[in-house]
Structures are given as C-alpha cells and as structure tokens.
T-cell receptor
Framework: GDSVTQMEGPVTLSEEAFLTINCTYT??????LFWYVQYPGEGLQLLLK?????DKGSNKGFEATYRKETTSFHLEKGSVQVSDSAVYFC????????????FGEGTQLTVNP | GAGVSQSPSNKVTEKGKDVELRCDPI?????LYWYRQSLGQGLEFLIY????????KSGLPSDRFSAERTGGSVSTLTIQRTQQEDSAVYLC????????????FGPGTRLTVT
C-alpha cells in the first residue's frame, strides 16, 4: 500500500537559517503530493502541492519538487522565520483511492529568534 | 466564507460509553473525509464519503466505529463502547469532490476516554 516517510524531528533552527525536511513516498500509481502545516492550536492547512513529476509547488517562501526518479518531495525554505514554527506533514493521494490522504509522521519545526 | 466545522471541540467520556462526533463540511463540497490524529499512530484515514455514499471504509479500526452522511452535507462519526485507545483528535475534511486536490480541514474533536 501507499506510504510516506518523513525525516525524524524535532528540528530546531535559528531565524534566517535554511530549512530542508525530507520526504519520500511509496505508491502504487501516480500520486499527487502535498505538504500540510499545523500551526500551534490551529487546524491542518495545505501549504503546497504538486500533481505530476517535476512539478514544483511553492507557497509562503516554501518549495518542494516532485521527483519521481527518487520518489521524493523534500520541503525547503531559504530563510525561516519564528512564525514558521509548526508541525509539517508530507502526504500523498491517489484518485483511484478516492483521493484520501496518506500522511507522514510529521516534523516539528521550532525557529528561535 | 464558512470553513469546515466540527462539534464538540472536546469530549471526555467514560470507557464503554457511545459518542457521536459531528462534521459540517463547506457548502457545496461533495467529498467528506474523516481522519484520526493520535500520538502513537500519527494521522490516519478512517472513511470517506462522496455524496451520501461511503466507497471506502477501510480505515475504520473496528466494527465499533461507524459513520453516516445525510443530505450530502453533515456527517456523524459514531464510536460505540469506547475504549481508552480511541482517545485521539478526530479530524474532518471536505473537498469539492473526490477528484479535487485540496482538502479543507476542520479544527477537530479531541476525544478523551477515561
């Protein structure tokens, strides 16, 4: 079955540092890939998505590129802010499965001033 | 506009009791999903509806769990004879239909079984 593996957390960075959160996946078909973010005390929000190989999703300075050859969708940001502190989830969905989301374990990011 | 709403926001119940969790999706969204977020299991899919039908119930952990959706809108997740391992945050999400890429999540219901 489908699965998503994220780098283990937690991750602690200083403000303006470079962020990478690794994500790899296993899927039977051609999934769409997502990064969701959960800020403290808030619900899950879609951060960015990519629906086919080589697509790059981007939002709020975050980027991730759908790499079919390495089955990866790593999240990057060039300069993190304190307000980026949150839990980040990598996820995939396949239309053949009703587009239900399969999530990674989540990575807690803390950014210190 | 209004987002996905869930009620109650918190529920504490005694082991063995039944609970009902409610989800109001975004108006016009035909697909509705239930997920569970727990410390030990992370975020896991439970069931999804397209309209009032549930094509995929494969994530329901046991026959104590059931869900229904009426009028293509509100959905209720029922847990019978609750157990301590049912303690989790239950999340609901909706999307335009099952082919839509973006799911919008509600704030969740935190269930604690004592």
């Amino acid at each position: 079955g489908d699965s998503v593996t994220q780098m283990e957390g937690p991750v602690t960075l200083s403000e303006e540092a470079f962020l990478t959160i690794n994500c790899t996946y296993t899927a039977t078909g051609y999934p769409s890939l997502f990064w969701y973010v959960q800020y403290p005390g808030e619900g899950l929000q879609l951060l960015l998505k990519a629906t086919k190989a080589d697509d790059k999703g981007s939002n709020k300075g975050f980027e991730a590129t759908y790499r079919k050859e390495t089955t990866s969708f790593h999240l990057e940001k060039g300069s993190v802010q304190v307000s980026d502190s949150a839990v980040y989830f990598c996820a995939l969905s396949e239309e053949t499965s009703g587009s239900r989301l399969t999530f990674g374990e989540g990575t807690q990011l803390t950014v210190n001033p | 506009g209004a987002g996905v709403s869930q009620s109650p926001s918190n529920k504490v119940t005694e082991k063995g009791k039944d609970v009902e969790l409610r989800c109001d999706p975004i108006s016009g969204h035909t697909a509705l999903y239930w997920y569970r977020q727990s410390l030990g299991q992370g975020l896991e899919f439970l069931i999804y509806f397209q309209g009032n039908s549930a094509p995929d119930k494969s994530g329901l952990p046991s026959d104590r769990f059931s869900a229904e959706r009426t009028g293509g809108s509100v959905s209720t997740l029922t847990i019978q004879r609750t157990q301590q391992e049912d303690s989790a945050v239950y999340l609901c999400a909706s999307s335009l239909d099952y082919r839509s890429y973006e799911q919008y999540f509600g704030p969740g219901t935190r269930l604690t079984v004592t």
